[in-house]
């Protein structure tokens, strides 16, 4: 037996030394450069907030962290590059709300899975939409638009950016909550829906702050309610649609995740500092600038329990509407 003792004496020091060689690479981390991935074009809301991250998380470990453009898919391509990284803590990603919830429930394709693929980080912020309708719509409030609604099913309508992305599914699980029967106009876009809007060709459309909060204040528009779940800290006489509807919950949002595999420890690095930033008020005040509302301070455990209930609601919106893309 005295050669299995040796064996097991040999098996067990390179254990110990594979042991404490990740150990002491975690101690150490970063200690190279890290890359985060925008699965988007630069110069967007997601990009400006990924170069707000890097710049925060480079200030405090005092190595380079380094954005990385990888758009294409409605963002699929660059998402479907972070999945493939090693979980090493070096390949971070700018995970939304269409990557991550939405699209998963729309493409059969999808060349990831936001679940199996990927371990939650931390959220950073959210971004609202508004329901706006046109200003000689008899409707001053959520309530009164569902009551002119029902009353006329099929008169009215309803414009979008396009099929699939959020503004869609918060119209069309607005329809599914409240019964109503509203035609969909899409467009390419929120810059070719909103002159429809305004020159009274359709009746109402669901968009993001950016996009509509100053036709709101220049009176051009008249909004009825956000779509979170509270109302937004920054527009506190605009009501949320919860408010009369309190199952209506419509978040963009956007947040770090890693490769699935990243240890805990290093996910916790990571996490700790973005939870200090997102409290900042100069933070606050730079989300504001581009419609979003900082998120509380969270947990990677928090961030990935977010993450399954947004997965499950839309799910249950997409098989309950029947939306697909392009229909």
Avoid: C
């Avoid at 150990?23 to 707000?52: E, M």
């Avoid at 909103?194 to 909060?213: I, K, N, Q, Y």
């Amino acid at each position: 037996m005295t050669w299995y003792r040796a064996f097991l004496t040999v098996g067990i020091f390179l254990v110990s030394v594979l042991s404490l060689s990740h150990a002491s690479a975690q101690s150490t981390y970063p200690d190279k450069t890290v890359r985060l991935i925008v699965p988007f074009p630069a110069g967007g809301a997601t990009d400006i907030l990924a170069r707000l991250i890097a710049e925060r998380l480079s200030s405090a470990w005092g190595k380079p962290v380094v954005v990385e453009n990888i758009s294409g898919a409605a963002g699929a391509t660059g998402t479907a590059q972070a999945a493939k990284a090693a979980p090493d803590g070096y390949t971070l990603l700018t995970a939304v709300a269409t990557t991550t919830t939405l699209l998963p429930h729309l493409r059969r394709d999808l060349p990831y899975d936001p679940l199996r693929d990927f371990d939650a980080v931390t959220l950073v912020a959210s971004f609202p939409n508004l329901l706006v309708v046109r200003p000689a719509l008899p409707a001053t409030d959520v309530r009164q638009l569902i009551d002119l609604l029902r009353a006329s099913p099929g008169k009215f309508s309803y414009a979008s950016s396009g099929f699939g992305a959020s503004p869609h599914l918060s119209a069309e699980w607005f329809k599914l909550i409240t019964k109503t029967d509203v035609l969909h106009v899409p467009f390419t876009g929120s810059a070719p829906a909103l002159p429809a809007l305004l020159g009274g060709h359709v009746d109402m459309m669901f968009d993001t702050l950016p996009s509509v909060l100053p036709l709101v204040q220049e009176g051009k528009l008249r909004a009825l309610g956000v779509t979170t779940a509270e109302r937004v800290p920054f527009l506190p006489n605009i009501p949320a649609i919860a408010e009369t509807l309190p199952d209506f919950d419509v978040t963009s949002w956007l947040g770090v995740v890693v490769p699935a595999g990243t240890p805990a420890d290093i996910r916790a690095r990571i996490a700790a500092p973005l939870m200090q930033f997102i409290q900042e008020p100069a933070v606050v005040a730079r989300l504001r600038d581009v419609g979003a509302v900082a998120a509380k301070p969270n947990t990677p455990e928090d961030y990935a329990a977010w993450i399954r209930k947004d997965y499950d609601k839309w799910g249950r919106v997409v098989r309950e509407t029947g939306i697909k893309l392009g229909n």
